[in-house]
């Protein structure tokens, strides 16, 4: 089973997920000539694709949906509310709908040989959801967009082999910086975005002794460092009570513009 980030950040998102012959993309957030290209880099094209699963209707996951599917007649899933938000958006033009298969928050779909299971996530957006994986015996997830996280999440995000989740802001940058109140509210509320330390939280609460990768994803290119990120987060891991040792666990930050990180496990 493989993760590999084609990109991810405050300014597009698109991960591959691929295991024997089932692969599937998470979210559009990049131009369709960027998806390309970062598949092309993993050794894959959109043709190989046996589905495309959007979290959320923000342009940052959807940008390049539009474009990729008026090019290729690719599977995609989503919750019902996300589908009508996505197709009504002005970003993404015609396409067919009959490519759109709603799916429920919480229960299992099975795309070829792989479990897909969306769970929710608190973030300002019609039905966000963050998606989970499995195969009969290695799992992973995608963890972004959201603001805060519950027992519920935690439970439902134990047992992972690999996690790319997001940690988008260092909280001083973010208070600090350019951006107009309002906004930084957004971004540090709780239907916001994960600060480091709070990434480095949710990491202590659901490693275990299968999880071995990490990947820090969904960084902010105004408000965080991937060494900010890296080393909170490490901090946060080794400070909690729970016997984890971050050096013992491969922790990488995903590039925000181009493929990195391939993880196999």
């Not at 070829?112 to 997830?141: G, L, M, Q, W």
């Not at 935690?154 to 940058?173: A, C, F």
């Not at 408000?223 to 009570?241: G, K």
């Amino acid at each position: 089973m493989i993760i590999a980030p084609i990109s991810s950040g405050s300014r597009g998102n698109s991960i591959l997920i691929a295991h024997e012959g089932t692969r599937l993309l998470v979210d559009a957030g990049i131009s369709g000539k960027r998806i390309e290209e970062g598949l092309s880099f993993y050794g894959y094209r959109p043709t190989d694709l046996n589905g495309l699963l959007i979290t959320h209707e923000h342009t940052d996951h959807i940008q390049g949906l539009g474009v990729f599917l008026r090019k290729y007649d690719i599977p995609v899933y989503a919750p019902k509310e996300t589908i009508a938000a996505v197709l009504s958006s002005p970003k993404i033009g015609k396409v067919n709908p009959a490519l759109f298969n709603p799916i429920e928050v919480g229960e299992c779909t099975q795309i070829e040989k792989v479990s897909v299971f969306p769970i929710k996530v608190v973030h300002d957006a019609v039905n966000p959801v963050c998606y989970r994986f499995d195969t009969s015996e290695k799992s992973c997830a995608v963890v972004t967009d959201l603001g805060c996280y519950d027992d519920t999440l935690v439970s439902r995000l134990k047992g992972l082999d690999t996690v790319l989740i997001e940690s988008n802001h260092d909280i001083r940058m973010l208070q600090t910086g350019p951006y107009p109140f309002p906004l930084k509210q957004r971004i540090w509320g709780s239907q916001g975005h994960l600060s480091n330390e709070n990434c480095g939280r949710l990491l202590s609460r659901i490693a275990g002794k299968r999880l071995k990768h990490i990947i820090l994803g969904h960084l902010s290119g105004e408000n965080n460092y991937p060494e900010l990120a890296f080393e909170a987060v490490r901090n946060e891991i080794n400070f909690a009570d729970n016997g984890i040792n971050a050096d013992e666990l491969d922790i990488q930050v995903a590039s925000r513009t181009e493929p990195s990180c391939l993880v196999e496990f």
